[in-house]
Structures are given as C-alpha cells and as structure tokens.
C-alpha cells in the first residue's frame, strides 16, 4: 500500500486530517503509529469513531511500523501514515520505512517551545529529529492543512 | 441542577454561552473549554476535568461539542466512561435557549436525548416550509 503523506500530529486523528488531507491525498488508509493509543483500547475506538465509512483506520506501535505496513500491504489503496511527534517519525524512519516527505501540522505549545508556526512549536528534541531527517534526504514541511503556504526544512519537493 | 460545559475550537464555546445568555440571561452552572493550535491535548483534558468538577452539583453534566470527530471531541468523549456525563456534539444556538428551561425537568440521559432532538430540528431551509405551504393552499 503506498504512503501518500506522512504526517506528524499530536492530534492524529482530527479534523484536519478527515476532512483535509483525506480528500487531498485520496487516501483510503489512516495508518496511526503511536504507542499509547496500542495501550489504550477505549481512545482507539474513539478516534475510529471519527472516521468516515470507507476509510480503513489501522493503529500499530511505533517501532512496528514496517510490520504492520507489510500486513495491510496486501490491498489496493492510499494511506496517510500519523504520528505524534517528530521522535516518532525518525524512529519510524530508522526502524526502514523509507519516506521522501514529512509533514509537520500539529506540535502543541509548552514553555520554552519556539515557534515554528501558528500550530507548531519546536522542543530542542523537534530540533534534533528534523535535522537527522533532513540529513538523512527527507523534505520536511510544515502545514496544518494542504491549504496553506508550507515553511520547509532542507530541499526536497514537499509533503504532496 | 446538571451542569453544563461547552467544549469548542477557538472561542465558538464563549461566544456561544454569550450570545444565548443576551437572549435568555444568565445560564447557571455552565463553563466553557476552548483550544487552539497552541493547545497540547493533556492540558484540555486537565481543563475540561476542572470544568466538569466546577459545574457537577450531584445531578452530572452534559458536555456540549462543536463538532463529532474533532479533537475536542476526541477528549470529552474519554471522559463518558469515567465521569457521569453525556455528550452531544453539534452545539447550536437553539439548544442553549432550549437549555435553562430543559434542565430543570429532565434527568441527564433524558436532557442529553431531548437537545439533540430539538438542536436537530432547529436546522431548517425555511424556503422549504415556505413553499410547502404554499402548495396546500
């Protein structure tokens, strides 16, 4: 199954992302890579609730990205792949999936963040990760939606 | 009395509870939780716990949303298992008139039930009724 964006949000699934990127990309697949909603059998049904019929919502852990890739990787289809930080999109990275564009939408406020834009603040940990990625030939771009004008890292084509 | 919290992007929850207490005056035991692009989820759900503490005075709450799916959304409904509170998203204008007089006769399942109906109801094309009207004379 292709990735058609992968996307970094502390939100995963919201709004933006259904009503947005979905139709943006035309994804049919929301692949959400985040450990604490594997934990949390309660907050995965709620965000599965908020997805459309149709559109397939498959969660997994962070570090078993590849894995859980490869088992969906027998059906036709799009999928956008979520995460909630930048951490996490360098560990996804690392653990082999090879993606060519990252986007930023959502990394939420906290003190002593620098703002990178009107939804995205950057910890030194944002900092560090986005570095190793761009080293590593990913474009990184940040947007909350397909909408609106992107601020990109290193020299790449975008985040579609 | 249950209590009431409004949960919104931006200030949708404020101006909403505002706009319906210039209408019908003060609506008691009522808070609103409001995010941004800044807001990180934990600190909502520490706001929208504190709210719903302020506002529960035995009869539980009923948490107001702007919209099914959203990130506020996401959070109250982590709360229906937890806390006693229902939820009904879509929060119009219409079902805070509605509200004050609602519920002070219903109990919270009852309320919960009976504002969705009405804020329902209260989406019209008046064209529609217009002409339908028309058609019986």
């Known amino acids: 199954m292709p990735i058609v964006l992968v996307r970094v949000d502390c939100r995963l699934i919201h ?13 049919d697949c ?17 965000m599965e609730m908020a997805v ?6 498959a969660f997994s852990p962070v570090k078993d990205v590849p894995r859980v890739m490869s088992e969906i990787d027998r059906n036709e289809g799009k999928a956008i792949l979520l995460c909630a930080s930048s951490g996490d999109a360098l560990e996804i990275y690392r653990a082999g999936v090879r993606f060519a564009n990252l986007n930023i939408g959502n990394i939420h406020y906290a003190s002593g963040k620098v703002e990178i834009a009107p939804s995205v603040f950057f910890a030194r940990e944002d900092f560090e990760a986005v570095e190793c ?19 990109r890292f290193g020299n790449g084509e975008g985040d579609g | 009395m249950i209590g009431i919290v409004l949960v919104s992007h931006g200030r949708l929850a404020f101006e909403l509870l505002r706009t319906a207490e210039t209408i019908v005056g003060k609506i008691e035991h009522t808070m609103t939780v409001e995010m941004d692009a800044k807001t990180g989820m934990e600190e909502i759900h520490k706001s929208l716990e504190g709210a719903i503490r302020t506002v529960d005075t035995g009869d539980g709450v009923l948490l107001l949303i702007d919209m099914f799916g959203g990130t506020p959304s996401n959070i ?22 509605k509200l004050p007089m609602a519920r002070t006769t219903m109990r919270l399942p009852e309320l919960a039930n009976y504002i969705r109906e009405y804020g329902q109801r209260n989406i019209t094309i008046p064209g529609d009724m217009l002409r339908k009207k028309a058609e019986k004379h």
């Not at chain 1, 692949?31 to 909603?37: E, G, K, P, Y």
């Not at chain 2, 109250?76 to 008139?97: A, Q, R």
Request: aromatic content about 6%; glycine content about 10%.
């Open chain 1, 133 to 151: 990625l761009c080293h590593l030939g990913v474009s990184v771009t940040v947007r909350a939606t397909p909408f609106e004008p992107a601020t």
């Open chain 1, 30 to 46: 929301l692949l959400v890579a985040n450990d604490d909603l594997v934990a949390n059998p309660f907050l995965r049904s709620v």
């Open chain 1, 15 to 27: 709004g933006q992302v259904v009503e947005t990127w979905v139709p943006h990309t035309g994804a």
């Open chain 2, 76 to 97: 109250g409904l982590s709360f229906l298992g937890t806390h006693n509170v229902e939820i009904v998203t879509g929060v119009n204008l219409p079902m805070m008139i």
């Open chain 1, 52 to 57: 459309p019929d149709g559109i397939r919502v």
